[in-house]
């Protein structure tokens, strides 16, 4: 596994581990070519929040993530 993929997990899983314990999680920005698409494991009631706001769900989450990016 490439060190940048064990460093993505380690930080999610500390992330994770952040947001259960109620404490901001933070996001750690990982470089990726633009045509490159990343998974990303949330709550499911956070996606169900974010689906009730309509089409363009998906786009806008991006865009809110990339402007409050580290």
Same mark, same amino acid.
């Given at each position: &596994?490439?060190? @940048?993929?064990?460093?993505? +997990?380690?930080?999610?899983? @500390?992330?994770?581990? +952040? &947001? *259960? =314990? %109620?404490?901001?999680? *933070?996001?750690? +920005?990982? @470089?990726?070519?633009?045509?490159?698409?990343? =998974?990303?494991?949330?709550?499911? @009631?956070?996606?169900? *929040?974010?689906?009730?706001? %309509?089409? %363009?769900?998906?786009? *806008?989450? =991006?865009?809110?993530?990339?402007?409050?990016?580290?």
């Amino acid at each position: &596994m490439p060190p @940048e993929k064990e460093d993505f +997990q380690r930080d999610l899983l @500390e992330s994770v581990k +952040q &947001m *259960r =314990s %109620g404490q901001a999680a *933070r996001l750690t +920005q990982v @470089e990726t070519p633009a045509a490159e698409e990343v =998974s990303l494991r949330l709550p499911v @009631e956070v996606i169900e *929040r974010w689906k009730a706001t %309509g089409p %363009g769900w998906q786009q *806008r989450m =991006s865009d809110l993530l990339s402007k409050t990016a580290p």
